[in-house]
């Protein structure tokens, strides 16, 4: 199997698939069968939880969870946490496979390439 991939705006290919997303693709990370997807999120959209896994098969097998959800975090009056439910704007892969991801308000998360799960929340300084 080929792990060469190219981006093409919303598009991500390789050899054997063609996976289109709704939202250009800023970033992918491979590791272990598995293609990590960062969605660039236009300016004025409120779409959040923008990274997902892609098998070496085409196939979206996870959008990753959302930080209200994994961590119970409270909710405003609209139920909503601006803080919490902030587009991603960074993965990261570190060389022993560990992912992190980090928001626009630099809340850094580390989530189960495999699943998507967010494992752990740390908040970060401007």
Known sequence: MSTS???I???LRTSSFRVDFEYNIADVKYWDG???VLL??????NETDNIYGVNSYGKIIWRIENPIKAFNIGKD???YNYLASSVYTLVHLSSDGTFTANTFFAI???????TGKLLKKESGRW
């Open 9 to 11: 705006e919303s598009t």
């Open 108 to 114: 850094k998360y580390t989530f189960d390439y495999k």
């Open 5 to 7: 991939y190219k981006i």
């Open 77 to 79: 009056d609209q139920g």
């Open 34 to 36: 598995i293609y990590v």
């Open 40 to 45: 660039a999120i236009p300016n004025g959209i």
